[in-house]
C-alpha cells in the first residue's frame, strides 16, 4: 500500500463539511500528482457508488471508494476534519476520511485496497494514532503500514499491585466468521456490488466476511482453511453458484444477487441465527442431484431460472465478441462480405475487403459456439462438470438439425437431466473413480444425440423454423405489438433476469438471422438505452427533484444509456422504484414499438449509438430512442412532482432538494 498512499495525498486539516466537498478536496490532490485525469467525472462515480449504499463505517469513519476510468493506478488519500462528516454510519459523523481510487476493471486491486484499509481500521491504536497525528508523512506512513501504531500505554501499577500477581488476561472474544459467494447472469455489475455490500455490513456489524465474487472474468477460489474456519456461509446470486459442494455442512442463507445488494445486514444476521439453531446443509454428495443443484428450499421454477441464466451468462461473451466482429465486418466490406472466399486460402493485405472477411470470418466463428454454449453451461448448472460434454454434444446437434435457439435450451436440458438421472444409480466402488471421466460422458451423450435426432430434434427444429417465419413475416400491429412486450422486459428490472430473457430472445435470432430477428434485436437495444437515458434528461430538465448524488449519477447516466448499459439507471431506482421503474417501462414499451413500426434492423448484438452505421433506418431509430426517452423523462418529472406537498417541501419518497439529502426509503429493487 506504500505506493498508494503519500505525504501529498493526506490532508490533516481538511476544510470541508460534506462527504461531497471532502471527496472533492481529496480528488484534487490525486489529480494534482497525475492519479486522476478528469475531476469531475471521476467525483461523479464517487458520488454513483456512494448512491448505492453509504460508505460510512461505525467508529467514525468514512471510505468513499469507486472504480473510474479516470484514475491511472491504485490510490488513497485521506482527510481529517475538523468537524465529522456524515456519511451514512449508524454511529453518526466521519472524523477519519478514506478516498480510495481504483482503475476501471481493476476489481481485485480495489477490493484488496479496501478490506486491507477496512481490517486495519478495527485496530483502536490505529484508529488512535491517526486522530493524534501531527505530520502528513508520518501519517502516510503509518496508513501505509511502513510505521506501527504506538501501544497504548499501560496504566501505572499501584505499590499493592505491584506485589500481586497480576490476573491473566482474559482471552479475546473470537468473531463471527462468514464466507459468501455472490453472481449474477452477466456477472459484471451486481457481482461486485454485492460483494462491496456484504464486506461494508460485515465490518460495521464486527463479523468477518470473506466473499468470493464469481465474475464474468473467472473467480479466485476462497482458500478451504478459510471455508473450513467458517461459522456460516451466504449465497446471493442469480446462477448457480460454482463448486458449491466446498461449503456444504455449514449453516446457509440463499438469496438472489440484489438482496445481497439491498440487505446484507440482514442476511449476516440471519446467518446468525441458522449458526445458533445448528442449522446446517447436507455435506457433499448426501443429497440427490436436484436438491444440491439449487438453494435449500428452492422451487424447481427458481431453479430452472438459475439453470437457463447459467447459460446464458457464459454465452454472453461469445455473443459480443462475434456479433461485434461481424458487425464491423459488414461495416467495412458492405453487405457482400459473407460471400467472401475464405482469408485462410485468400488474403490481401493491402486490401480493406480482406481485412473485412477477416473480421467477419473470426466473428462468424466465434458466434457458431453460442447454442452449444449456451446448452454446455445450462447442463453444467444443473449437473456441475460432468454436464459439459452431453451439453456440448447436444448444442452442435441443435445447429446441424437447424433446431437453433429453442434446440439449445432443449439440449442443455435434456443433457443437465441426464446426467443428474445416472449420478443417482449407485455403482459399486470400482467404478466410481471413471464415472466422471468415462461412463457418464459415455452414457449421458449418446442418450442426449438419441433423443435431440430422432426424438425432440426435428419438432424443435420444426418450431424454430416456424418461429423464424413468423418473425420474418412481422409486419403492422403484430410487429409493434412485439416490440411493447419486449421494451417492457427489458426496463423492468433494469439489468436483472427478465431483461437477459429478452435479450437472450433477440441476441438467439442473430444465430439464423432474417429480417425478422434484425428488428427485434434493433427493438431490444433501443429499448434497453431508455432508462438510463431518461433519468439522465429528468435530472437536467427538473434538477431540483433529485438530490445531488443523482444529479452526478445523470451525467454518468448519459454515458451509460448511450452504450446500452441499462444498469446505469439502477440507482434511482434503488431509491424511488415505485416512481421510476413503471416510468422507464412506459418509454421502453413506446421505443419498442416505434422502432418494430420504422423496421429499424441491427446486426450487432451491442453497441448503443456507437454502431449507428450499422443500423437499418438510423434516423427512425434515433427518434424511436429520444421519443421513450422523452415519455420515461416526463413521467417521472410528473411521478416526483406529484410526490410534493403544496408547500414545497418533500414528502416520503420524493428527494429533498435544499439539502442535498434523501429520505431513507426501502431499496425494493
Known amino acids: 500500500m506504500s505506493d498508494m498512499i503519500t505525504a501529498d495525498l ?8 460534506t462527504k461531497e466537498a471532502a471527496a ?92 486491507a484499509l477496512a481490517r486495519r481500521l478495527m485496530d483502536p491504536d490505529f484508529t488512535a494514532a491517526l486522530r493524534a497525528a501531527t505530520d502528513p508523512a508520518a501519517t502516510a506512513s503509518l496508513i501505509s503500514g511502513d510505521t506501527a501504531p504506538p501501544a497504548a500505554p499501560e496504566p501505572a501499577a499501584t505499590a499493592t499491585a ?29 457481482t461486485y456490488m454485492a460483494a462491496e455490500a456484504l464486506e461494508q455490513a460485515g465490518q ?24 473450513a474456519a467458517a461459522d456460516g456461509v451466504i449465497f446471493a446470486h442469480d446462477v448457480p453458484v460454482r463448486e458449491k459442494e466446498r461449503f456444504a455442512g455449514k449453516p446457509t442463507v440463499d438469496v438472489g444477487v440484489k438482496a445481497g445488494i ?73 453487405y457482400t462480405i459473407d460471400k467472401a472466399p475464405s482469408v485462410a486460402e485468400h488474403f490481401v493485405w493491402t486490401d480493406s475487403t480482406s481485412w473485412a472477411a477477416l473480421l467477419f470470418q473470426v466473428g462468424g466463428l466465434a458466434f457458431s459456439f453460442l447454442v452449444p454454449v449456451l446448452a454446455g453451461y445450462i447442463a453444467y448448472g444443473m449437473a456441475d462438470r460432468p454436464g459439459l460434454v452431453p451439453g456440448f454434444v447436444g ?33 459399486p466402488s470400482a467404478l466410481r473413480g471413471i464415472m466422471p471421466v468415462v461412463v457418464i460422458p459415455l452414457i449421458s451423450s449418446a442418450v442426449v444425440g438419441f433423443l435431440m435426432f430422432l426424438v425432440v430434434g426435428k419438432p424443435i427444429a420444426e ?87 443523482e444529479r452526478e449519477n445523470g451525467k454518468a447516466a448519459w454515458v451509460l444509456g448511450s452504450s446500452f448499459i441499462t444498469e446505469g439507471a439502477i440507482p434511482f431506482a434503488a431509491a424511488d422504484p415505485l416512481r421510476v421503474i413503471p416510468s422507464a417501462m412506459a418509454g421502453g414499451a413506446v421505443t419498442g414499438a416505434l422502432s418494430m413500426l420504422f423496421e429499424c434492423t441491427l446486426r450487432a448484438p451491442h453497441g448503443g449509438i456507437f454502431v ?44 429533498a432538494t435544499e439539502s442535498g439529502t434523501a429520505p431513507k426509503v426501502p431499496a425494493t429493487v
Open 10 to 17: 493526506v490532508d490533516l486539516d481538511l476544510a470541508a463539511q
Open 24 to 115: 472533492r478536496s481529496l480528488a484534487e490532490r490525486m489529480v494534482a500528482l497525475g492519479r486522476v485525469t478528469d475531476l469531475d467525472g471521476f467525483l461523479a462515480d464517487v458520488a454513483a457508488r456512494e448512491a448505492q449504499m453509504p460508505t460510512g463505517l461505525d467508529g467514525g469513519i468514512g471510505i468513499p471508494h469507486c472504480r473510474s476510468e479516470h484514475v491511472t493506478e491504485p490510490t488513497l488519500a485521506f482527510g481529517r476534519p475538523a468537524d465529522g462528516i456524515d456519511f451514512g454510519a449508524p454511529d453518526g459523523p466521519a472524523d477519519l476520511i478514506f478516498l480510495i481510487a481504483a482503475p476501471a476493471g481493476a476489481d481485485d486491486a480495489h477490493l484488496t485496497i479496501l478490506s
Open 162 to 190: 505491584a506485589a500481586e500477581e497480576p490476573p491473566p488476561a482474559p482471552a479475546a472474544p473470537v468473531p463471527f466468521r462468514v464466507v459468501a459467494v455472490t453472481s449474477c447472469p452477466t456477472g459484471i455489475a451486481h
Open 204 to 227: 460495521a456489524e464486527g463479523v468477518e466476511i470473506v466473499v468470493e465474487p464469481q465474475g464474468s472474468a473467472g473467480f479466485t477460489r476462497l482458500d478451504p482453511a478459510v471455508i
Open 262 to 334: 439491498n440487505r446484507p445486514a440482514e442476511l449476516l444476521a440471519e446467518v446468525r441465527d441458522k449458526a445458533a439453531r445448528g442449522e446446517t446443509t447436507a455435506p457433499a454428495g448426501t443429497g440427490s442431484p436436484v436438491e444440491e443443484a439449487g438453494g435449500p428450499g428452492e422451487g424447481y421454477g427458481t431453479k430452472l431460472r438459475k439453470w437457463l441464466m447459467s447459460g446464458v451468462s457464459y454465452m454472453v461473451p461469445f455473443v459480443a465478441a462475434g456479433g461485434l466482429l461481424i458487425a464491423l465486418g459488414f461495416a467495412i466490406g458492405g
Open 395 to 427: 448444442g452442435s446437434i441443435a445447429l446441424t438439425i437447424n433446431a437453433g435457439f429453442l434446440g439449445g435450451l432443449a439440449a442443455g436440458l435434456i443433457a443437465g437431466g441426464t446426467v443428474m438421472a445416472i449420478q443417482r444409480v449407485r455403482v
Open 463 to 549: 418450431l424454430q423454423k416456424a418461429l423464424t417465419d413468423w418473425l420474418s413475416g412481422l409486419s403492422g400491429a403484430n410487429a409493434v405489438i412485439l416490440g411493447v412486450v419486449l421494451g417492457l422486459m427489458m426496463c423492468f428490472d433494469l439489468g436483472g433476469p427478465l431483461n437477459k430473457v429478452a435479450y437472450a430472445f433477440a441476441v438467439g435470432g442473430l444465430a439464423n438471422p432474417n429480417d425478422g430477428s434484425l428488428k427485434v434485436m434493433a427493438a431490444v437495444m433501443a429499448a434497453g438505452m431508455v432508462p438510463p437515458l431518461a433519468m439522465a434528461l429528468a435530472t437536467v430538465v427538473r434538477g431540483g427533484l433529485f438530490n445531488r448524488t
Open 612 to 655: 449507428l452505421p450499422l443500423i437499418g433506418n438510423p434516423v427512425l431509430y434515433l427518434i424511436a430512442i429520444l421519443a421513450g426517452t422523452a415519455v420515461s423523462a416526463a413521467l417521472v418529472i410528473l411521478l416526483k412532482g406529484m410526490g410534493r406537498r403544496s408547500d414545497g417541501k418533500a414528502v416520503e419518497g420524493t428527494p
